[in-house]
């Protein structure tokens, strides 16, 4: 389970547009009300690690760590300048970001830490970033690491543009292998023209009750895309009324092209 940010920004961005969402990240990590809810009070916080990617044609910054983002100060700190200068040199470019709160059954490590990155047969080098749980039953690969480790390796031989359908296909034949459920980010930077596409994939189970936690919402703001997890929406909304009453549910099931 986690919370997380995916977006696409133009070139005419300011970093005062994507610092709410990253802000509110950071607040959804430290205290998630509707993780509070969804456990029954038995879970309360992300603290299992965050990490971000950040991709623009010509440079690529990529983060990961331990520590919760709300602890993490130098860390955060690294993603806003990032950020600062990725606009500052005035290019297009695309980011994801996420705090990771791990499932029962699967370790807390660097190495399972989002985004988790990978390449495709047909030269995209690619970033991935997971909420929900896919059990173990449909994994093909019987190991200690994560779900979503384990599924990277199996869309690493698909073509880029070929991994949502296949994934959204596969979960519908079979809706026990997602937990209650599941949202997918694919950000792919094509080594061989350069251009950076991404998609998201989400669905729910319709006989698990999430109260509210696996929904998503997006949001458009002038050229800028933004996909953003429930919790972030809900702290979001606390300051920035104005740009929330632009946010709309995303539907399940769903692939959305970036």
């Known amino acids: 389970m986690c919370r997380m940010i995916i977006g696409v ?4 961005t300011e970093v005062g547009e994507i610092t709410p969402f990253i802000e509110s990240l950071r607040a959804a990590a430290e205290h998630d009300p509707l993780l509070v809810q969804y456990t029954n009070g ?25 520590m919760p983002i709300y602890m993490d100060e130098k860390g955060y700190s690294q993603l806003i300048n990032s950020l600062q200068w990725i ?7 695309a980011f994801m970001a996420h705090a990771r709160l791990a499932s029962p059954e699967y370790r807390r490590s660097l190495v399972d830490t989002h985004p988790f990155h990978f390449y495709t047969v047909d030269d995209h080098d690619s970033w991935l970033v997971m909420n929900g749980t896919l059990t173990k039953e449909c994994i093909k690969n019987k ?7 384990n599924l990277v390796k199996d869309i690493s031989n698909e073509k880029f543009d070929e991994i949502p359908r296949k994934i959204l296909e596969q979960i519908i034949k079979n809706p026990g292998c997602v937990r209650a459920g599941l949202a997918i ?3 792919g930077f094509n080594t061989l023209n350069s251009s950076i596409r991404g998609y998201f994939v989400y669905y729910t189970r ?8 696996y ?21 979001l909304s606390k300051k920035h009324r104005a740009v929330v009453d632009k946010v709309n549910r995303i539907r399940s099931p769903a692939i959305i092209r970036l």
């Open 9 to 12: 920004f133009s070139q005419d």
């Open 42 to 66: 038995r879970k309360t916080s992300h603290s299992d690690g965050w990490g971000y990617v950040i991709i623009s044609p010509n440079y690529i910054v990529e983060y990961k760590s331990l």
């Open 87 to 93: 606009i500052e040199i005035n290019e297009a470019f």
């Open 143 to 149: 190991n200690n690491r994560s779900d979503t480790y």
């Open 185 to 187: 980010g694919i950000i």
């Open 206 to 213: 319709k006989d698990k009750n999430c109260r509210g936690y």
């Open 215 to 235: 929904d998503y919402y997006d949001l458009r703001l002038n050229e800028n895309y933004i996909i953003m997890s429930s919790t972030v929406k809900y702290y």
